[in-house]
Nanobody
């Protein structure tokens, strides 16, 4: 099993910054990806950013240039630095880990952390 512990989040004014952290433990494959998704009220969960164990990152267009995802492989931890936050970034942010092996994918989710951007 895999456990994901999220931290960070909270209330910030528009234009401000926040940093989210997610630490993974348990059975983590050498080939994996970690990242963040978010879900705003009344909307579907959407990708924010992911990074593979090899260091390849993927960002949603809506956050490119504002958010930066980094990874500490030794600690199995990812950090999402969110700058220039907008009202529309308000959502519950969920950490995800994807374990990969040939022919199979296994997904694990954190409990979610609230990010609220105020005007």
């Amino acid at each position: 099993q895999v456990q994901l512990v999220e931290s960070g989040g909270g209330l910030v004014q528009a234009g401000g910054s926040l940093r989210l952290s997610c630490a993974a433990s348990g059975r983590i494959y050498s080939s994996n990806a970690m990242g963040w998704y978010r879900q705003a009220p009344g909307k579907q969960r959407e990708l924010v950013a992911t990074v593979t164990s090899g260091g390849t990152t993927n960002y949603a267009d809506s956050v490119k240039g504002r958010f930066t995802l980094s990874r500490d492989n030794a600690e199995n931890t990812v950090y999402l630095q969110m700058n220039s936050l907008k009202l529309e970034d308000t959502a519950v942010y969920y950490c995800q880990l994807e374990n990969m092996r040939p022919g199979a994918r296994f997904y694990y989710w954190g409990q979610g952390t609230q990010v609220t951007v105020s005007s």
